[in-house]
């Protein structure tokens, strides 16, 4: 890479870490910058996931106060989505690259019409689980939230554009807690989920060591700028934020 193309690939490091810990979709700043630097698309996707964990990581510290009393509830959702991150990391040898070039829009408008409609939907969800006479305050969101996490940490292991888009549109339906309290829950399962993918791409993919080192050291900057950032934002703003870049990563998936 030249001095420039460096640079580039920094810069798209610190903003995929900021975007990451208020929302995610960072790896469609980062991925692009990649490949326009001359990286083959395997290689930039394996590089720009290793790269992106320390700002997960970043991100989950700087959210570490919202975390406070999570510990079951992480373990229980991490213990899906990593099992999830795994097979996707897998698919990312066996698939073609565009594979999910049609679904991957679909699932992120589902999930943005989730974090919309998520304060109703849930209050509609906690009415019938009270008529129904089961517990309208499961920890970790029961059977169908850890189903979704599953095939939702697969696409993060296969590509990961807009993941945490997905993990929020999830969490916020089934978890009936705040939306920071969620959006940490959601850093941490996306660190997991690309530090399994990371270790297993290690051993089966080529990196390009440049690209990693340089996203990893902006993206942990960025990480503790989003979460700054992040943790200030009232629940309308934040769904907002989510809903403008969900709608971003869809426009740019669709005229890739």
């Known amino acids: 890479m030249s001095i420039w193309e460096q640079l580039a690939v920094f810069a798209a490091g610190i903003g995929a870490g900021t975007i990451n810990a208020i929302v995610g979709s960072g790896t469609l700043i980062t991925f692009p910058v990649l490949l326009a630097t001359g990286l083959p698309p395997v290689t930039a996707n394996v590089s720009n996931t290793l790269g992106l964990v320390p700002g997960a990581i970043s991100g989950a510290i700087g959210y570490r106060k919202e975390l406070a009393g999570q510990r079951t509830r992480i373990l229980r959702l991490a213990s899906v989505s ?3 991150g ?6 990312l040898l066996v698939l073609p690259s565009d594979s999910f070039d049609t679904i991957v829009p679909v699932l992120i408008g589902l999930a943005l019409v989730l974090v919309v409609a998520q304060p109703r939907l849930a209050a509609a969800l906690r009415r019938r689980q009270e008529a129904a006479g089961t517990d309208p305050a499961h920890p970790d969101g029961g059977p169908t939230l850890l189903a979704g996490m599953t095939l939702a940490s697969a696409y ?3 590509f990961g554009a807009a993941q945490g888009v997905l993990y929020l549109g ?4 089934f978890l009936h807690d705040d939306l920071q309290r969620i959006n940490a829950v959601k850093n941490v399962i996306a660190a997991l989920v ?5 270790v297993f791409f290690l051993f089966v993919a080529e990196f390009d060591w440049t690209a990693v080192l340089l996203i990893a050291v ?5 990480g503790q700028i989003g979460a700054t ?3 200030r934002l ?8 989510i809903v403008t870049v969900g709608l971003l990563a869809i426009a740019q998936l669709l005229l890739r």
């Not at 690309?194 to 990371?198: T, V, W």
């Not at 902006?218 to 960025?222: E, I, P, V, Y």
């Open 194 to 198: 690309n530090g399994i993918a990371a």
């Open 86 to 91: 795994l097979a996707g990391a897998a698919l």
């Open 229 to 231: 950032v992040g943790r």
């Open 82 to 84: 990593l099992i999830g």
């Open 218 to 222: 902006g993206s942990t900057l960025g």
């Open 156 to 158: 993060g292991g296969y």
């Open 170 to 173: 999830l969490m916020g339906l």
């Open 234 to 241: 009232p629940p309308t703003v934040l769904r907002a934020v």
